[in-house]
C-alpha cells in the first residue's frame, strides 16, 4: 500500500470514530455539555465579580474534569461492549492498517478534548471576563488536548477487563470519587488532610496542578514531576490493557513478529515497559508531595516590594514578621475590639467581593471566665456569592492582606466561643500568594462558654506566613450571633 493511501486509511478510520462518538447522544451530550454548563454556573453566575482571577482556578479544574470523560467513556465503555460482542476480531479480519483501531480512539478523544477546551476557553473570555491571555489559553489547551491520554489508557484497561453492561458502572465509579479527592470540584485546601496527602496518587490532579500552573494559580511539585505520572499512567495501563487483549486473540497494534525458540521477546518488553511506568508513577508522586509554588502577584503589591519576590519565589518566601512571644491577640475586656497589635477585629463579609451579606460587631459585657467583656458578631448570610460568609477578621500586620506574620512558633490557635448552636469556620490566610485559596477550621457555637482550639499544623497552609484570620458563618438565607473572647496563640 502506498503512502498516501496509508495515511488515508487512518484519517478515514480517525473520522469515522470521531463521527460514531458525536452521533451517539449518551456520550456527546454529557461530554460535551456537562464542563462547559458547570463552568458557566461556577464560573461565571457563582464567581467573584469584584476579582475575575479567582475563577481562573475553577476554568483549570473544570477543564481537566471535561478532558477525564472523553477517554474514560470514549475508550472503556465501548471498547468493552465491542469486544465482548467480538467486534474488534471481526476488524482484525479487514484490511486495515496496523494499530488504525487505536489510533482513531485517540484522536477521537483527543478531538473532543481540543472542542471541550476550546468551549470554556471562549466562555472565559466572554461571559467570564477572566483575566486570560492568549499564551495562557494556548498553554492550557495542549495540556488538556494531550492530557486525555492517560485517561485513554486507563479507559481501554476497563475495556480490557469488563463486560459491556458493567462498563458504565465503573467508568463513573472511576471518574466522579477521582474528579473529587484530585481537587476539582473542592479546592484541596478544603479537603481533609488525608485527602490532601492522598491527592498525588491520582492522574486528574497531575493534570489539573499542569492547567493551574500555566495560569499562575500555584502548583505543587514541578512540571516534570507531573509529567512523569501521567506519562507513567498511561505506559502502565495502555501495557496492561494490551497483555489482557491480547490474551482474548486482540491485538490492537496488529500480529505479533513470531519470536525466536526459547526467547519471550514479548514478556521481556512488557515487563520492562510495566517497571518503567511504575517508576514514573513514583516519581511524580513523590516529587509532587513538594509545597505549592505561588506565582507572583504584581497587582497585589507595590512595585519592587519583598512581598513580590517572595510570592515568585514561592516555597522559598521569607516568612512574615514575627509574631509576639506571649501570643495573646485580644481579650476585649477594655471595651474596644481592637487587639494588641495589628488591625483590631472588624466586621468582615463577602460584600468586599461582589456579595450581599453584611455582619456588625460590638463589645457586651461579660465574657469567657468571668472576664468583663466579649465581641459579639451578629448578621445576616445572603446568596450572590460562591462562598457566601460574614464575620469577624483580624490581620495581625496593619493594612489588610498586605503582610504577613510568622506564627510557626505556636502550635494552636485558641480563643472560647459561645452563639446560636450554628457552625461556624475559622479561616487563614495564610501563603506568600494573597489570592490563593484559604483553610478553614469548622467549629458549633453553643449556648455556654467553651473553648475552641485550631491545631495550625493541621489546618493552615503556612503558619509562617498569616495574612489574617477570619471567624465567620457560610450558611445562605439565615442570620446569626456569635460571640467570642480571650484570642491567643498557645
Request: charged share 15%; aromatic share 12%.
Given at each position: 500500500m502506498s503512502t498516501s493511501r496509508l495515511v488515508a486509511a487512518y484519517l478515514h478510520d480517525m473520522r469515522f470514530e470521531f463521527t460514531k462518538m458525536l452521533r451517539t447522544p449518551a456520550f456527546a451530550v454529557p461530554t460535551l455539555v456537562f464542563p462547559a454548563m458547570f463552568y458557566l454556573l461556577f464560573g461565571v453566575l457563582l464567581a467573584n465579580k469584584a476579582d475575575p482571577s479567582h475563577g481562573l482556578g475553577t476554568f483549570a479544574r473544570l477543564g481537566v474534569f471535561g478532558t477525564m470523560a472523553p477517554g474514560l467513556f470514549g475508550f472503556g465503555v465501548s471498547l468493552a461492549f465491542e469486544r465482548e460482542y467480538g467486534l474488534l476480531k471481526f476488524k482484525q479480519a479487514l484490511p486495515m492498517p496496523h494499530g488504525s483501531y487505536l489510533l482513531a480512539r485517540m484522536a477521537m478523544a483527543m478531538l473532543f478534548a481540543s472542542v471541550i477546551a476550546s468551549l470554556l476557553i471562549l466562555i472565559a473570555f466572554t461571559l467570564a471576563h477572566a483575566p486570560l491571555t492568549a499564551g495562557q489559553a494556548a498553554k492550557v489547551f495542549?495540556?488538556?488536548?494531550?492530557?486525555?491520554?492517560p485517561?485513554?489508557?486507563?479507559?481501554?484497561?476497563?475495556?480490557?477487563?469488563?463486560?459491556?453492561?458493567?462498563?458504565?458502572?465503573?467508568?463513573?465509579?472511576?471518574?466522579?470519587?477521582?474528579?473529587?479527592?484530585?481537587?476539582?470540584?473542592?479546592?484541596?485546601?478544603?479537603?481533609?488532610?488525608?485527602?490532601?496527602?492522598?491527592?498525588?496518587?491520582?492522574?486528574?490532579?497531575?493534570?489539573?496542578?499542569?492547567?493551574?500552573?500555566?495560569?499562575g494559580q500555584g502548583m505543587?511539585?514541578?512540571?516534570?514531576?507531573?509529567?512523569?505520572?501521567?506519562?507513567?499512567?498511561?505506559?502502565?495501563?495502555?501495557?496492561?490493557?494490551?497483555r489482557r487483549l491480547a490474551s482474548g486473540g486482540v491485538r490492537l497494534l496488529g500480529n505479533r513478529a513470531k519470536a525466536r525458540p526459547g526467547f519471550a521477546i514479548g514478556a521481556v518488553l512488557t515487563r520492562s515497559f510495566v517497571f518503567i511506568g511504575i517508576g514514573l508513577i513514583i516519581a511524580g508522586v513523590m516529587g509532587s508531595k513538594a509545597p505549592a509554588k505561588p506565582a507572583a502577584d504584581k497587582a497585589a503589591t507595590p512595585e519592587g516590594s519583598s512581598e513580590s519576590a517572595a510570592a515568585t519565589a514561592g516555597t522559598h518566601a521569607p516568612a512574615g514578621v514575627a509574631a509576639p512571644a506571649d501570643g495573646r491577640i485580644a481579650d476585649f475586656d477594655a471595651g474596644s475590639p481592637q487587639a494588641r497589635y495589628g488591625i483590631g477585629f472588624g466586621a468582615s463579609s463577602d460584600k468586599f467581593v461582589g456579595g450581599e451579606s453584611s455582619s456588625e460587631i460590638r463589645i457586651v459585657d461579660g465574657g469567657a471566665e468571668s472576664s468583663k467583656g466579649s465581641l459579639e458578631i451578629t448578621g445576616t448570610v445572603r446568596p450572590g456569592f460562591a462562598y457566601p460568609f460574614a464575620g469577624t477578621s483580624f490581620f495581625p500586620t496593619g493594612e489588610p492582606m498586605k503582610g504577613m506574620m510568622d506564627y510557626s512558633k505556636f502550635k494552636t490557635l485558641s480563643f472560647f466561643a459561645r452563639g446560636d448552636g450554628k457552625k461556624y469556620a475559622v479561616t487563614f490566610f495564610s501563603t506568600a500568594d494573597p489570592h490563593s485559596i484559604p483553610s478553614s477550621y469548622p467549629f458549633e457555637a453553643g449556648s455556654e462558654w467553651h473553648e475552641v482550639r485550631v491545631p495550625l499544623a493541621d489546618f493552615v497552609v503556612?503558619?509562617?506566613?498569616?495574612?489574617?484570620?477570619?471567624?465567620?458563618?457560610?450558611?445562605?438565607?439565615?442570620?446569626?450571633?456569635?460571640?467570642?473572647?480571650?484570642v491567643r496563640f498557645l
Amino acid at each position: 500500500m502506498s503512502t498516501s493511501r496509508l495515511v488515508a486509511a487512518y484519517l478515514h478510520d480517525m473520522r469515522f470514530e470521531f463521527t460514531k462518538m458525536l452521533r451517539t447522544p449518551a456520550f456527546a451530550v454529557p461530554t460535551l455539555v456537562f464542563p462547559a454548563m458547570f463552568y458557566l454556573l461556577f464560573g461565571v453566575l457563582l464567581a467573584n465579580k469584584a476579582d475575575p482571577s479567582h475563577g481562573l482556578g475553577t476554568f483549570a479544574r473544570l477543564g481537566v474534569f471535561g478532558t477525564m470523560a472523553p477517554g474514560l467513556f470514549g475508550f472503556g465503555v465501548s471498547l468493552a461492549f465491542e469486544r465482548e460482542y467480538g467486534l474488534l476480531k471481526f476488524k482484525q479480519a479487514l484490511p486495515m492498517p496496523h494499530g488504525s483501531y487505536l489510533l482513531a480512539r485517540m484522536a477521537m478523544a483527543m478531538l473532543f478534548a481540543s472542542v471541550i477546551a476550546s468551549l470554556l476557553i471562549l466562555i472565559a473570555f466572554t461571559l467570564a471576563h477572566a483575566p486570560l491571555t492568549a499564551g495562557q489559553a494556548a498553554k492550557v489547551f495542549v495540556i488538556e488536548v494531550l492530557g486525555v491520554l492517560p485517561f485513554c489508557a486507563i479507559g481501554l484497561c476497563v475495556g480490557a477487563f469488563v463486560s459491556g453492561q458493567a462498563a458504565p458502572a465503573i467508568v463513573n465509579i472511576i471518574y466522579l470519587p477521582m474528579s473529587l479527592v484530585s481537587g476539582l470540584w473542592v479546592p484541596l485546601q478544603f479537603m481533609p488532610k488525608m485527602v490532601q496527602e492522598l491527592a498525588p496518587l491520582w492522574p486528574a490532579n497531575h493534570l489539573a496542578q499542569l492547567a493551574l500552573g500555566a495560569l499562575g494559580q500555584g502548583m505543587s511539585g514541578s512540571v516534570w514531576t507531573h509529567i512523569a505520572a501521567l506519562v507513567g499512567v498511561t505506559i502502565v495501563f495502555f501495557v496492561i490493557a494490551t497483555r489482557r487483549l491480547a490474551s482474548g486473540g486482540v491485538r490492537l497494534l496488529g500480529n505479533r513478529a513470531k519470536a525466536r525458540p526459547g526467547f519471550a521477546i514479548g514478556a521481556v518488553l512488557t515487563r520492562s515497559f510495566v517497571f518503567i511506568g511504575i517508576g514514573l508513577i513514583i516519581a511524580g508522586v513523590m516529587g509532587s508531595k513538594a509545597p505549592a509554588k505561588p506565582a507572583a502577584d504584581k497587582a497585589a503589591t507595590p512595585e519592587g516590594s519583598s512581598e513580590s519576590a517572595a510570592a515568585t519565589a514561592g516555597t522559598h518566601a521569607p516568612a512574615g514578621v514575627a509574631a509576639p512571644a506571649d501570643g495573646r491577640i485580644a481579650d476585649f475586656d477594655a471595651g474596644s475590639p481592637q487587639a494588641r497589635y495589628g488591625i483590631g477585629f472588624g466586621a468582615s463579609s463577602d460584600k468586599f467581593v461582589g456579595g450581599e451579606s453584611s455582619s456588625e460587631i460590638r463589645i457586651v459585657d461579660g465574657g469567657a471566665e468571668s472576664s468583663k467583656g466579649s465581641l459579639e458578631i451578629t448578621g445576616t448570610v445572603r446568596p450572590g456569592f460562591a462562598y457566601p460568609f460574614a464575620g469577624t477578621s483580624f490581620f495581625p500586620t496593619g493594612e489588610p492582606m498586605k503582610g504577613m506574620m510568622d506564627y510557626s512558633k505556636f502550635k494552636t490557635l485558641s480563643f472560647f466561643a459561645r452563639g446560636d448552636g450554628k457552625k461556624y469556620a475559622v479561616t487563614f490566610f495564610s501563603t506568600a500568594d494573597p489570592h490563593s485559596i484559604p483553610s478553614s477550621y469548622p467549629f458549633e457555637a453553643g449556648s455556654e462558654w467553651h473553648e475552641v482550639r485550631v491545631p495550625l499544623a493541621d489546618f493552615v497552609v503556612d503558619p509562617a506566613r498569616i495574612r489574617g484570620i477570619t471567624i465567620a458563618y457560610g450558611m445562605p438565607g439565615e442570620s446569626f450571633s456569635l460571640q467570642i473572647d480571650n484570642v491567643r496563640f498557645l
